[in-house]
């Protein structure tokens, strides 16, 4: 049952609107800076190794830790931290919208400690993931799998719209990635609380950028 919820939790068809945002990809096609499958590969690998494995896995860690324990501050916490981390308006807005509308859903299926992050302004993704999941018993380190490969697919997804890849080229993105994935958790889960952040600059460029871009098919 938790693998099967898992793959609820994470399937695309997920009513949270994930689809709608790129995170900075879009801009960097436009600029130029990815024009090829190795470009895109490169630069959705580096977010993973610098931005995913440390700060949103060991954050998801740590907040589904805090649901474990019924700490319901902590999680909020935590949440805030993750926000806060977010370097646009348009990552912020883009986390909040992600965690509304999954505290939207996870209400609908029964899950009442959602309910009070529908309007919060500390919701975020990785927060009522965390909630998810500890509400379904899916192990930690399974849940970070499942985190970090949605947000790959949906990396890939956008990369072979905006690039444009091919479905194949798309597919061998997703392999080397998969390959990658192990090595992101366990990196996340050896983080000291002081060690996390990101070290993605020209992602933050990308995305403070594309908040002015003029013609876009994307939210972020």
Not at 60 to 65: E, G, H, P, V
Not at 130 to 146: E, F, M, R, V, Y
């Amino acid at each position: 049952m938790p693998l099967l919820r898992l793959m609820h939790l994470v399937s695309p068809a997920l009513p949270i609107g994930a689809y709608h945002f790129s995170q900075g990809l879009e801009y960097a096609v436009e600029a130029g800076w990815i024009k090829t499958e190795a470009d895109a590969l490169q630069w959705i690998e580096g977010l993973a190794e610098n931005a995913l494995a440390t700060l949103d896995l060991p954050l998801l860690l740590r907040l589904q830790a805090a649901w474990q324990a019924s700490d319901n501050a902590a999680a909020e916490r935590l949440s805030q931290r993750l926000l806060a981390a977010r370097e646009t308006a348009e990552l912020r807005a883009e986390d909040r919208h992600l965690g509304r509308a999954l505290a939207r859903v996870l209400l609908d299926l029964g899950i009442a400690d959602a309910e009070p992050w529908l309007t919060s302004d500390a919701a975020s993704h990785a927060a009522l993931f965390a909630l998810a999941a500890s509400h379904w018993q899916i192990p930690a380190p399974d849940a970070a799998a499942g985190y970090i490969w949605a947000w790959c697919e949906n990396q890939v997804l956008a990369a072979v719209k905006l690039v444009p890849l091919g479905q194949r080229a798309g597919q061998r993105v997703l392999d080397h990635l998969i390959k990658q994935i192990p090595t992101l958790i366990h990196r996340a889960e050896s983080l000291a609380d002081d060690d996390i952040g990101i070290a993605t600059p020209y992602h933050g460029i990308a995305c403070a950028k594309h908040e002015t871009q003029y013609s876009r098919l994307f939210r972020s």
